[in-house]
């Protein structure tokens, strides 16, 4: 399978020498079984048609999906053009654009910053999921989720969150506010990079430990794998 990868952010500065760009944490993520091609979304580069991958995975960012910014804008036309074309995965910002593109809305939460290891009840289990009530996995956000777009029904979420993953019933497309592809080791630097900057000292100590607890990262990648095998099972 053809899979695209829409790049819509980097890590901050030093970190990518570690940990690698958002394009190789999902390769490690979901492993060697596709051809993968990267789009730098934010440089404005796109494919030509939502045809050129059979499915996109649309990547975190520290933008915001509300903001006025015309790659922002490009990005959302396109994801409206490859409904029904091409299968769509949303992670964090990409979660957020894709309920944006589609008529939902997203908002800075009044929540605050959602960071360390967070759980989500499952509401609404899915074919390519398996029977598990609860799922674990980092978070790294301030924005969320408040008004769902025509078609999306919640899969999962939490009091925090309760936006927190949908599927699509009228297209083959599923996403999630939290990140399977952070590495703990990643997500604890990346606390650690706004700690005292962005986020206060003991709310950073508190998601850094939480992060040495087990996790459902290669659940979440083997749904992924299962969704894009046969997406019409959304």
Same mark, same amino acid.
């Given at each position: 399978?053809?899979?695209?990868?829409?790049?819509?952010?980097?890590?901050?500065?030093?970190?990518?020498?570690?940990?690698?760009?958002?394009?190789?944490?999902?390769?490690?993520?979901?492993?060697?079984?596709?051809?993968?091609?990267?789009?730098?979304?934010?440089?404005? $580069? +796109? #494919?030509?048609?939502?045809?050129?991958? *059979?499915?996109?995975?649309?990547?975190?960012?520290?933008?915001? @999906?509300?903001? %006025?910014?015309?790659?922002?804008?490009?990005?959302?036309?396109?994801?409206?053009?490859?409904?029904?074309?091409?299968?769509?995965?949303?992670?964090?910002?990409?979660?957020?654009?894709?309920?944006?593109?589609?008529?939902?809305?997203?908002?800075?939460?009044?929540?605050?910053?959602?960071?360390?290891?967070?759980?989500?009840?499952?509401?609404?289990?899915?074919?390519?999921?398996?029977?598990?009530?609860?799922?674990?996995?980092?978070?790294?956000?301030?924005?969320?989720?408040? $008004? +769902? #777009?025509?078609?999306?029904?919640?899969? *999962?979420?939490?009091?925090?969150?309760?936006?927190?993953?949908? @599927?699509?019933? %009228?297209?083959?497309?599923?996403?999630?506010?939290?990140?399977?592809?952070?590495?703990?080791?990643?997500?604890?630097?990346?606390?650690?990079?706004?700690?005292?900057?962005?986020?206060?000292?003991?709310?950073?100590?508190?998601?850094?430990?939480?992060?040495?607890?087990?996790?459902?990262?290669?659940?979440?990648?083997?749904?992924?794998?299962?969704?894009?095998?046969?997406?019409?099972?959304?």
């Amino acid at each position: 399978m053809k899979l695209g990868i829409l790049e819509t952010g980097a890590p901050p500065s030093g970190l990518d020498a570690t940990f690698g760009d958002y394009p190789a944490m999902f390769r490690r993520l979901l492993g060697p079984d596709y051809d993968y091609r990267t789009f730098d979304a934010t440089a404005g $580069e +796109l #494919p030509d048609h939502p045809q050129a991958c *059979a499915a996109y995975v649309i990547t975190g960012s520290p933008a915001s @999906a509300y903001e %006025d910014a015309e790659w922002i804008g490009r990005l959302k036309d396109f994801l409206r053009a490859a409904n029904g074309q091409a299968a769509l995965v949303g992670v964090c910002f990409g979660h957020q654009i894709m309920a944006e593109a589609f008529g939902g809305k997203v908002i800075k939460s009044p929540n605050g910053w959602g960071i360390g290891l967070h759980s989500y009840r499952v509401r609404e289990p899915q074919p390519w999921m398996d029977t598990v009530r609860e799922l674990r996995a980092p978070a790294s956000h301030q924005d969320q989720v408040v $008004e +769902l #777009p025509e078609g999306a029904a919640v899969v *999962a979420g939490s009091d925090f969150c309760p936006f927190g993953m949908l @599927a699509w019933t %009228d297209q083959p497309a599923i996403s999630i506010q939290l990140h399977p592809e952070f590495e703990p080791e990643y997500a604890k630097a990346l606390i650690e990079s706004r700690r005292s900057k962005r986020i206060g000292e003991e709310e950073a100590a508190q998601a850094i430990a939480s992060l040495e607890g087990p996790d459902d990262r290669a659940r979440l990648a083997e749904w992924i794998r299962r969704f894009l095998a046969d997406p019409r099972n959304s």
